[in-house]
């Protein structure tokens, strides 16, 4: 039986009767701006279909929550998940990352992954090396969650750019990462989580771009170019989908990429699940340092974590030592999170921004300059004790004999 709605009331054919029927039906033909010639040859059953097609496209034109109020400029990543999509905010004028996941089946890994990756943002506050959250919404039998858009890509897309230039991270640039990172599992350790999916596709880059104040006393050859823009890169960690409690051990786990996960969670050892993430950022960094791409088995995938981890030639004995350290068979003896930030290897280095260097090679300039004054100022003080001791040694010679005259006369 179809219905009729109006002023929120429901009405059936039935209950439509008399005059109320006709008062209906002449208001919507005015509505419509229907002659009354035209209306007069159309059935009062006619009219009922013409106003119920008319109400099933308005519902079905109402754009989405997504539509309204993002513009969507392009796909940035997609997987098993879903789609990721680079959009810009209508109102405020911002970018995000919405991810826009597949529709998810009741009680499957996939609905799992993606509520745990909701409740996890709504734990975690803002946090310098974690992905902001901003907000997640269903539609159309999809999830979508709304977060912070990170310009730089993945640390997985800065590692094959990297390997398509046959070029190596500096140093100081892979202890910059490892610091960041360790910054934000800190974080996320602290509040009893572990996230238990690290790896360089869920480590985000965000790149700050600020031009770089040359002092106008600086000299020219300081190593710098004038107007050079300094790229602020901060590493972030994101996709939360595997996070799991801490406070209890748990029964089972959704296994995140076996690249990187260590052994205890196969022989379902859950008592140190972020010493799990510790593994992983280890071999990350080994990945970054040019030691990828990591088996998924096999006699080197165990042989790793027997702890036989492949020397890196190209970078110092100290990082080295840490990534082994990272990696060791024996969760309990992996450096925590916290011991990693303030880890001394790490921190000269992952504190110093190429601001800071500036400075710095200000400071050591200035203070070369006025020693060269203070040489300067010496040297010309030694050159005039020197002609002083000239002078009166030149007096000194026949000082006390009487000088003698002589003169002659033609």
Same mark, same amino acid.
């Given at each position: $039986?179809?219905?009729?709605?109006?002023?929120?009331?429901?009405?059936?054919?039935?209950?439509?009767?008399?005059?109320?029927?006709?008062?209906?039906?002449?208001?919507?033909?005015?509505? =419509?701006?229907?002659?009354?010639?035209?209306?007069?040859? !159309?059935?009062?059953?006619?009219?009922?279909?013409?106003?119920?097609?008319?109400?099933?496209?308005?519902? #079905?034109?109402?754009?989405?929550?997504?539509?309204?109020?993002?513009?969507?400029?392009?796909?940035?990543?997609?997987?098993?998940?879903?789609?990721?999509?680079?959009?810009?905010?209508?109102?405020?004028?911002? &970018?995000?990352?919405?991810?826009?996941?597949? !529709?998810? /089946?009741?009680?499957?890994?996939?609905?799992?992954?993606?509520?745990?990756?909701?409740?996890?943002?709504?734990?975690?506050?803002?946090? !310098?090396?974690?992905?902001?959250?901003?907000?997640?919404?269903?539609?159309?039998?999809? $999830?979508?969650?709304?977060?912070?858009?990170?310009?730089?890509?993945?640390?997985?897309?800065?590692?094959?750019?990297?390997?398509?230039?046959?070029?190596?991270?500096?140093?100081?640039?892979?202890?910059?990462?490892?610091?960041?990172?360790?910054?934000? =599992?800190?974080?996320?350790?602290?509040?009893?989580? #572990?996230?238990?999916?690290?790896?360089?596709?869920?480590?985000?880059?965000?790149?700050?771009?600020? +031009?770089?104040?040359?002092?106008?006393?600086?000299?020219?050859?300081?190593?710098?170019?004038?107007?050079?823009?300094?790229?602020?890169?901060?590493?972030?960690?994101?996709?939360?989908?595997?996070?799991?409690?801490?406070?209890?051990?748990?029964?089972? &786990?959704?296994?995140?990429?076996?690249?990187?996960?260590?052994?205890?969670? &196969?022989?379902?050892?859950?008592?140190?699940? +972020?010493?799990?993430?510790?593994?992983? =950022?280890?071999?990350?960094?080994?990945?970054?340092?040019?030691?990828?791409?990591?088996?998924?088995?096999?006699?080197?995938?165990?042989?790793?974590?027997?702890?036989?981890?492949?020397?890196?030639?190209?970078?110092?004995?100290?990082?080295?030592?840490? &990534?082994?350290?990272?990696?060791?068979?024996?969760?309990?003896?992996? +450096?925590?999170? #916290?011991?990693?930030?303030?880890?001394?290897?790490?921190?000269?280095?992952?504190?110093?921004?190429?601001?800071? =260097?500036?400075?710095?090679? #200000?400071?050591?300039?200035?203070?070369?300059? /006025?020693?060269?004054?203070?040489?300067?100022?010496?040297?010309?003080?030694?050159?005039?004790?020197?002609?002083?001791?000239?002078?009166?040694?030149?007096?000194?010679?026949?000082?006390?004999?009487?000088?003698?005259?002589?003169?002659?006369?033609?």
């Amino acid at each position: $039986m179809r219905t009729l709605t109006h002023n929120g009331e429901i009405y059936t054919p039935t209950k439509i009767k008399g005059g109320f029927r006709a008062k209906l039906l002449r208001r919507r033909s005015r509505s =419509l701006k229907w002659t009354l010639n035209e209306s007069s040859e !159309k059935s009062d059953n006619e009219l009922e279909n013409e106003i119920q097609p008319t109400k099933r496209f308005h519902s #079905a034109t109402v754009p989405s929550r997504y539509e309204s109020e993002f513009l969507e400029i392009e796909e940035i990543g997609s997987g098993m998940f879903g789609s990721v999509y680079k959009c810009i905010h209508r109102l405020d004028g911002c &970018l995000y990352a919405i991810k826009k996941l597949k !529709k998810p /089946l009741k009680g499957t890994s996939d609905e799992r992954a993606a509520l745990k990756e909701v409740y996890a943002h709504a734990v975690l506050d803002h946090h !310098k090396h974690v992905v902001r959250y901003y907000c997640a919404w269903a539609e159309n039998g999809h $999830m979508l969650i709304q977060n912070e858009y990170c310009n730089g890509g993945t640390l997985a897309q800065a590692i094959e750019e990297r390997l398509k230039k046959n070029e190596r991270f500096p140093e100081a640039e892979v202890k910059r990462i490892l610091l960041h990172i360790a910054q934000g =599992l800190r974080y996320i350790h602290s509040l009893n989580l #572990a996230h238990l999916d690290i790896k360089p596709g869920n480590i985000f880059i965000s790149k700050k771009n600020r +031009p770089v104040p040359i002092s106008p006393t600086s000299s020219s050859d300081d190593g710098f170019e004038d107007g050079e823009y300094d790229d602020d890169l901060t590493y972030k960690i994101g996709d939360l989908g595997h996070v799991t409690s801490t406070a209890k051990v748990p029964d089972a &786990l959704d296994e995140g990429d076996c690249r990187y996960m260590p052994a205890e969670l &196969l022989q379902d050892n859950y008592k140190h699940l +972020p010493k799990a993430d510790i593994f992983a =950022l280890g071999l990350t960094i080994y990945e970054v340092c040019d030691g990828g791409p990591l088996p998924k088995n096999g006699d080197e995938w165990h042989s790793i974590r027997e702890g036989h981890l492949p020397y890196l030639p190209y970078y110092s004995k100290e990082l080295n030592k840490l &990534l082994k350290q990272m990696i060791h068979p024996d969760p309990e003896l992996r +450096p925590t999170s #916290a011991a990693l930030v303030h880890d001394k290897t790490l921190v000269p280095y992952g504190r110093k921004t190429k601001e800071q =260097l500036h400075k710095e090679l #200000a400071a050591e300039q200035q203070k070369n300059h /006025l020693l060269s004054i203070q040489l300067q100022v010496a040297t010309e003080l030694n050159q005039l004790n020197d002609e002083c001791n000239k002078k009166r040694l030149t007096r000194l010679v026949g000082g006390k004999v009487n000088r003698s005259s002589s003169v002659t006369i033609f």
